[in-house]
């Protein structure tokens, strides 16, 4: 059965530094993996998503992701965080024959 | 707008009471969602549907919970005879393929409180 895992509940950062949100996942195929923002009081956005092909995955507001098969890793990365990045994100993951499924979420807390 | 509309946003019943939930899909999309996510929790499948049909209901509770997808008009969740622990957001999303490797497109929510 396939699984995705964030084992962060909440990352701190201050702004300007570079922040890492980890997600791990499990799949019986070839996996399909997504990172996913929600802000306070609103539905999930789309952030980014890795199909295939390389490894480092570029999305909106200047996130990226990097693929890692052996680590069955997709953490998802920012160079310099801003105040503005402070929100919930979700790591989802599905395999080729079956429903997304979301992690449970890390906190994103960016401090001035 | 063009996105996912849910409403209402915000709906308040008390226990016993029928709660009905609206989506509408981005236009184009036949594919539709629903996940319900309880505070501080990430997002927990419910229900997908295609227009007219039920796709796959493996994370509807058994009893109470329906959901439906007509060919004109918005997908409805119905829950009846609500209960205090039916309290959460619904989220809606759709897409334009089924499960694919496309991104879901989701709504605000609705956050049903139960008195």
């Known amino acids: 059965a396939q699984s995705v895992a964030q084992p962060e509940d909440q990352v701190n950062v201050a702004e300007g530094n570079p922040l890492t949100v980890k997600c791990t996942y499990s799949?019986?195929?070839?996996?399909?993996l997504f990172w996913y923002v929600q802000y306070p009081n609103r539905g999930l956005q789309f952030l980014l998503k890795?199909?295939?092909?390389?490894?480092l995955v570029k999305g909106s507001y200047g996130f990226e992701a990097e693929f890692n098969k052996s680590q069955t890793s997709f953490h998802l990365k920012k160079p310099s965080a801003l105040v503005s990045d402070s929100a919930l994100y979700f790591c989802a993951v599905r395999d080729s024959a079956s429903k997304i499924i979301f992690g449970s979420g890390t906190r994103l807390s960016i401090r001035p | 707008n063009a996105g996912v509309m849910q409403n209402p946003r915000h709906l308040v019943r008390r226990r016993g009471q029928e709660a009905r939930l609206r989506c509408s899909p981005m236009?184009?999309?036949?594919?539709v969602y629903w996940y319900r996510q309880l505070p501080e929790e990430g997002l927990k499948f419910m229900v997908y549907?295609?227009?007219?049909?039920?796709?796959?209901e493996s994370g509807m509770p058994k009893e109470r919970f329906s959901a439906e997808f007509p060919k004109e008009g918005p997908s409805i969740l119905r829950i009846q005879q609500v209960v205090r622990g039916d309290s959460a957001a619904y989220f809606c999303?759709?897409?334009?393929?089924?499960?694919?490797?496309?991104?879901?497109?989701f709504g605000d929510g609705t956050r049903l409180s139960i008195l």
């Open positions: 890795y199909i295939t092909g390389d490894n």
């Open positions: 999303a759709s897409s334009q393929q089924g499960w694919s490797n496309q991104p879901q497109h």
């Open positions: 236009k184009g999309h036949s594919h």
């Open positions: 799949v019986s195929g070839n996996p399909y």
């Open positions: 549907l295609q227009k007219e049909n039920i796709i796959d």
